[in-house]
């Protein structure tokens, strides 16, 4: 699976980003998806989950806010990023996985995308 991941950009906080991850390769709706970030010198952390049924979880610091949501025909897979705060800036990365195994953990992804910088303003 190939993912490449695309929207970020600058924004003052209070405003809304969407971001994409669009998936190549293997059937996209066989794998959870999930959204991670990172902020240099920090380890990347987890944002939100969607799970191949459809099922999604969310880290609490962007829940209410934040909104994970896929569109199997485009084989993409969205962050919808509503109320931002300087503290979401961050590079974003999407990843995917067919395992089991703790929904936030880096370790239970096995395909990552590249990153996409948010960047928000006070």
């Known amino acids: 699976v190939q993912l490449q991941a695309s929207g970020g950009g600058l924004v003052r906080a209070g405003g809304s980003l969407r971001l994409s991850c669009a998936a190549s390769?293997?059937?996209?709706?066989?794998?959870?998806m999930g959204w991670f970030r990172q902020v240099p010198g920090k380890e990347r952390e987890f944002v939100a989950r969607m799970g191949s049924g459809g099922v999604v979880y969310y880290a609490d610091s962007v829940k209410g806010r934040f909104t994970i949501s896929g569109d199997n025909a485009k084989n993409t897979v969205y962050l919808q990023m509503n109320r931002l705060k300087p503290e979401d800036t961050a590079a974003y990365y999407c990843a995917a996985s067919r395992r089991a195994g703790v929904i936030s953990a880096k370790s239970t992804y096995d395909y990552w995308g590249q990153g996409t910088l948010v960047t928000v303003s006070s």
């Open positions: 390769g293997r059937t996209f709706s066989s794998y959870s």
